[in-house]
């Protein structure tokens, strides 16, 4: 018995078995038998984008006779042609000339959005370092 806010007395209400007794569950699939822990969603990773490091992207003119170059550095767990791929790719995006040096990728000019962009399409992280 529920009391009722606008009639004094209480009131009696249906049960829910006597609601829907009525309903037929014909056509239904049956319920699946799991336990309680099935019944939690489970969270999965997502097969996707893995990021391959963090990569530093500093402008350098120092020893280059006034021209200021970009380079990319601090490459993890990538080879020498992986490197010149991207060098390539870099070079090509912005236009200008650029080599694989000591591990290095150069890119001739301030070029370190162009890059950064180059390496996050890549699924690295770039940082930019110093000046």
Known sequence: ????????????????????????????????????????????????????????IPRVKAGRGGKTVTVVKNFVGIGLPEKEQLAKAMQKVCGTGGTVKNGQIEIQGDKRAEVARILTEANFRPVFAGG
């Open 1 to 56: 018995m529920i009391p009722d806010p606008n009639s004094g007395p209480c009131v009696s209400l249906p049960s829910s078995h006597e609601s829907f007794g009525a309903l037929s569950s014909g056509g239904l699939p049956s319920a699946p038998k799991s336990s309680l822990t099935d019944s939690v969603p489970q969270i999965t990773a997502k097969p996707g984008k893995k990021h391959r490091g963090r990569v530093d």
